[in-house]
């Protein structure tokens, strides 16, 4: 089939095609050390032009393939409902083509929605709190490669999205970040903390094949190569889609999970509801303020006074804020399935894709952990709430009583 004309043609596919060069090179450099190929891929905008990209580039020979490829998608229950269904089509399409491909998505009890509705713990955030990429996305996957490592001689060759654009590279610099520069959340990571993970050090090796690519070329392979025969058939226009159709060129959306507690801005999901055939996922807004809403002290209990730690030092922050109560808890779980509710119930009078952010198992555990009073380790759950008025403590035990006792 022809290429189609899109507005990279010209000069700029020319660009294209040069960075499709250095992919092949690098492939060619590193691959044929490593007799076993995985892909870690979220079905992200980087990770899915890395899976597609390499795939076809072993499909038309244009590299050598290994002796297995694995597939590992990343599947967070947290993904943009656009993307989740782009990644349900792709998998098909690598099955298709006899290509094992593995879901990856953390225990019951780590999941996202479990770990704060259910056990309590709060969302994440920049500071004191960011539990959520190794636990859902890192320690799955260091699992997934560990048992699949069981299975095979040797190192395997991680391949992974990160895409740095070429100032980084010049620099010499990986971000971990997954705010930087429209990165996709967790790549970073596999890149830098996966190879040195417990059982996995010396039997991985990590390449980023797009690393120099610029996002106008994902975008363009997205949108306009890989859904062409030539190029693989892949229904990876979705994906482009889900960001703004013919506008997502412009675009350097960060990818991860929908409602992400540390992003600033609610992007890709804004962006998403611009597309008339995914408004009726407008509701999805009132995830991000949820979490905002659980992590103020009124939703939370938190430390008396000093703490006596298990190693037998005393903590660092008195009357530290700890987990969400279970009355919070409860409110939460409702309003995610209220949220679910009102887009499916959509989805059905439209005639459009329905999605899950809280699967029934899920419902079903979040609901027996609050019933069985769970708390995270350290907290009874007897402890005041976080909005008391208390005397401050501080850390060397002496005590700021209130300037006005209760009652006065
Ligand atoms: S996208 Fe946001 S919420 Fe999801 S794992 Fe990454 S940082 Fe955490």
Request: proline fraction near 6%.
């Amino acid at each position: 089939m022809k290429h189609q004309p899109s507005f990279f043609d010209g000069g700029q596919r020319l660009q294209m095609t040069e960075s499709i060069e250095l992919t092949i090179q690098s492939l060619q450099a590193y691959g044929p050390d490593h007799p076993h190929w995985g892909i870690a891929w979220s079905g992200g905008k980087d990770s899915s032009a890395t899976l597609t990209v390499v795939t076809w580039l072993i499909d038309t020979g244009k590299i050598r393939a290994p002796e297995t490829l694995t597939v590992f998608y990343a599947d967070t229950r947290q993904e943009l409902p656009p993307l989740a269904i782009a990644a349900e089509q792709i998998m098909d399409e690598l099955r298709e083509r006899g290509i094992r491909v593995e879901v990856v998505t953390a225990p019951m009890d780590k999941r996202f929605m479990v770990y704060i509705l259910g056990r309590g713990v709060p969302p994440p955030n920049n500071n004191t709190l960011r539990w959520c990429t190794r636990q859902i996305k890192i320690d799955p996957m260091e699992q997934a490669l560990r048992d699949r490592l069981d299975q095979l001689d040797g190192q395997i060759l991680m391949i992974t999205g990160v895409r740095q654009g070429e100032s980084a590279i010049r620099d010499r610099r990986i971000e971990m970040s997954c705010g930087k520069d429209g990165a996709e959340c967790g790549q970073g990571w596999y890149q830098q903390v996966l190879p040195n993970a417990r059982g996995l050090r010396g039997r991985i090796a990590t390449l980023a094949p797009l690393l120099h690519w610029r996002v106008c070329h994902v975008w363009e392979w997205l949108k306009h190569w890989a859904p062409e025969a030539d190029f693989g058939d892949w229904s990876t226009a979705m994906i482009a889609d889900a960001y703004g159709g013919d506008e997502a060129e412009e675009i350097n959306a960060r990818t991860g999970c929908v409602g992400c507690a540390l992003a600033a801005e609610d992007t890709a999901l804004d962006t998403v509801l611009l597309v008339p055939q995914w408004q009726y996922l407008r509701p999805l807004k009132g995830i991000k303020p949820l979490w905002r809403e659980l992590r103020e002290p009124k939703h939370r209990i938190k430390k008396a006074g000093l703490e006596r730690l298990k190693d037998g030092s005393i903590a660092k922050n008195p009357q530290r804020m700890g987990p969400i109560t279970l009355e919070a808890r409860t409110m939460g779980l409702e309003r995610i399935l209220a949220i679910q509710t009102e887009c499916n119930d959509a989805a059905r009078a439209e005639g459009r894709p329905q999605i899950s952010l809280i699967n029934s198992d899920e419902e079903a555990r979040i609901r027996a952990l609050i019933a069985a009073n769970t708390w995270p380790d350290g907290w009874e759950g007897d402890e005041p709430a976080a909005d008391t008025v208390m005397p401050v403590v501080y850390q060397n035990g002496a005590v700021q009583p209130l300037l006005f006792g209760a009652g006065e």
